[in-house]
């Protein structure tokens, strides 16, 4: 039976992460929503970069300069008796590893929509991903305070583009110059938008029922249209539908200005009546359910100096059962290794409190030492290993080589930190010394040589290497499997290294190189996708 207060803690918990395409305004949402559930006081500016306040969600040095998230941050808040553990992610393309792995451990997700350029490319990757796990989307539509698209035309794009159908809760009056605020369907009232960044939202004016003559009075041709597109939405659009919202097949969305912080708390409101609460999570064994009383958890993120002073890693634990406890002894199924974290934080992204306690949905911090890497199960002894954490294949390769070559030590260290966090992939060459990096996207490495340099004190020659194509190999453990395996590494010693966990991958220059190496070597298995540890392969993406 579960325990009474597990079963009620577990009801209380939203646990969702914020997803959109770059400068759609998601890191100003997260700082508004932070500030309407009191958990902060001032809101940090995203735009005034030369000024000393950032964004509460933006702690790393090159996130403050470029106006950028690059990492996934943490935070959480209370709300209406809830507790919502809300995680900021990068919206940039290159960074889209991160996202896909903070993905696998929300229960919910907020897509945030430029309303000027509608459906980004980076939001149907993200939205592909979110589908894939039936995630749940809530949709809100940002910066009405500009001219943007119709409402129609974006709420049209989106279900086309998508692939889900669009239940409008709040339609906006006018746009631009002439934004006079958004109509509440399901509380039948108006709220009247006045801009500023400063204001908290509580003096918002409040016009009851959408017939009210004041309200054609006050804004004239704008209401008039926004009525009749809400009698075409209502008649044509189907009415909400919890249990298709719950399976991902249906969006609620809203309108707003979240610079403006206009429109946030309609947000607020629907993720803590609408958004599940954590539900079972697939292990390898067995299904475990968050309301079981013996405590399990899954890192999915880890992050090398947050505290560049302290030199710290913190890996990210979302709980997934059961109630954690300060000390309390934890095994790491992958190693066997026992833990007794006593110094366990709760965050405030770079803001921390030492925490007591925790339940399936929130998100933890354990400090450590190279003992958790991602992927990693914690449980109280039962040996579970949690699926679904991929790491895909790079698609761009440099060489690594330290300027200064008696700080080589350091160079491998800043690099095993950062590889073992997932910002980067490392790969040692079977045959060679040269180190090599793995990316999706140029900007990666950018970030890991002025982290090297700025958190590590190594300045790092980043050079173009031939390799555009990587794969990961195994042989199915039949007859010889392991021989055969280690034969197709020595044939190709010059092209094989192995990665953060010494899973084999074959490196190429040409996707035919791949095609001819598959026809030669038949019981060799080659995957664009692992799982953590290089133990479990949930697809084979052959070629």
Not at 251 to 277: C, H, K, Q
Not at 288 to 307: L, Y
Request: hydrophobic content about 45%.
């Amino acid at each position: 039976m579960a325990d009474e207060q597990i079963l009620s803690e577990v009801k209380r918990r939203r646990t969702f992460a914020i997803i959109s395409h770059p400068d759609a305004g998601k890191t100003t949402l997260t700082e508004k929503l932070l500030l309407f559930s009191g958990a902060i006081q001032i809101a940090g500016s995203v735009k005034a970069r030369k000024a000393s306040r950032h964004a509460t969600s933006d702690w790393m040095e090159i996130e403050k300069q470029r106006g950028i998230s690059v990492a996934s941050s943490v935070m959480q808040m209370e709300y209406r008796d809830c507790v919502i553990n809300l995680l900021d992610t990068p919206g940039h393309q290159d960074f889209s590893e991160d996202t896909y792995r903070v993905l696998t451990a929300v229960d919910a997700a907020l897509m945030v929509i430029d309303a000027a350029n509608g459906v980004e490319p980076q939001t149907r990757r993200l939205l592909q991903v979110c589908r894939a796990r039936n995630t749940p989307i809530l949709t809100f539509v940002n910066k009405l305070d500009r001219e943007v698209q119709e409402p129609l035309a974006l709420m049209d794009e989106i279900e086309r583009e998508l692939g889900m159908s669009v239940v409008p809760f709040t339609w906006p009056v006018g746009m631009g110059k002439v934004f006079g605020g958004v109509l509440d369907l399901r509380q039948e009232q108006m709220r009247v938008f006045a801009p500023g960044e400063e204001r908290a939202g509580d003096d918002d004016e409040i016009i009851e029922g959408l017939a009210n003559p004041m309200l054609g009075e006050r804004f004239g041709a704008a209401y008039e249209q926004a009525r009749a597109e809400i009698e075409l939405v209502q008649g044509a659009a189907p009415p909400f539908d919890e249990a298709e919202f719950l399976a991902g097949h249906q969006t609620p969305m809203f309108f707003g200005s979240a610079i403006n912080n206009f429109g946030v708390r309609e947000v607020l409101d629907a993720l803590v009546e609408l958004a599940p609460p954590p539900g079972p999570k697939q292990a390898l064994q067995r299904v475990v359910q968050p309301t079981e009383p013996k405590f399990s958890g899954v890192v999915f993120k880890i992050q090398a100096n947050m505290d560049p002073a302290h030199r710290d890693r913190i890996a990210f634990v979302r709980v997934a059962s059961g109630r954690f406890e300060r000390g309390m002894r934890l095994k790491v199924t992958r190693s066997g290794k026992e833990l007794r974290p006593n110094s366990v934080v709760a965050f405030m992204s770079q803001r921390r409190e030492l925490l007591d306690e925790a339940y399936a949905g929130d998100i933890i911090g354990i400090p450590n030492h190279g003992v958790l890497q991602l992927g990693d199960t914690l449980t109280e002894g039962e040996a579970l290993q949690f699926t679904g954490l991929p790491f895909f294949a790079p698609e761009m390769f440099r060489a690594v080589e330290v300027a200064d070559p008696l700080k080589t030590k350091q160079l491998r260290a800043g690099l095993t930190q950062l590889g073992e966090e997932g910002a980067i992939q490392v790969f040692r060459p079977v045959a060679g010394s040269v180190l090599l990096l793995g990316a999706v996207g140029q900007l990666q490495f950018e970030v890991v040589a002025h982290r090297l340099e700025h958190e590590y004190g190594v300045k790092a020659r980043i050079q173009i290497t031939r390799y555009n194509v990587a794969r990961w190999v195994t042989c199915p453990d039949a007859e010889g499997g392991a021989k055969e395996l280690q034969r197709f590494i020595d044939a190709n010693a010059h092209r094989v290294a192995l990665d953060a966990v010494d899973a084999p991958c074959v490196l190429l220059e040409f996707a035919g190189e791949l095609r001819a190496m598959q026809e030669n070597w038949p019981r060799i298995r080659f995957h664009a996708l692992r799982e953590h540890a290089g133990l479990v392969f949930q697809k084979q993406l052959e070629g």
